[in-house]
Nanobody
Framework: QVQLVESGGGVVQAGGSLKLSCVLS????????LGWFRRAPGKEREFVAA????????YYSDFAEGRFTISRDNALNTGYLQMSSLKPEDTAVYYC???????????????????WGQGTQVTVSS
């Protein structure tokens, strides 16, 4: 079991940048993959990005590719989502999620993750 706490959300103007953090606690000695998802008003929660424990593999949604960067610092038990060139369409609650890695893990699938943070609000204004 692992607990996750997101932070770094807020209000930013279109074209700006924002960096989200996700601190993991608990049984963090396991090889956890980390994912970011978001839910915009009136929409279903959708995949944003994911990263394996070592960072050797990363996964991005189409809208995040080239604008968002996922990373992690295992010494600090912290994951990050660096967002740049933000658009009003990026406005959403962003969630951090973690699950134990397996060779067949579907990183883009919401149901693959066992542990979720509380979410942090990101608002992009025009």
């Amino acid at each position: 079991q692992v607990q996750l706490v997101e932070s770094g959300g807020g209000v930013v103007q279109a074209g700006g940048s924002l960096k989200l953090s996700c601190v993991l606690s608990g049984r963090t000695f396991s090889d956890y993959s980390l994912g970011w998802f978001r839910r915009a008003p009136g929409k279903e929660r959708e995949f944003v990005a994911a990263i394996t424990w070592s960072g050797a593999s990363t996964y991005y949604s189409d809208f995040a590719e080239g604008r968002f960067t996922i990373s992690r610092d295992n010494a600090l038990n912290t994951g990050y989502l660096q967002m740049s060139s933000l658009k009003p369409e990026d406005t959403a609650v962003y969630y951090c999620a973690a699950t134990v890695w397996t060779p067949t893990l579907l990183h883009r699938s919401e149901v693959a993750y066992d542990n979720w943070g509380q979410g942090t609000q990101v608002t992009v204004s025009s």
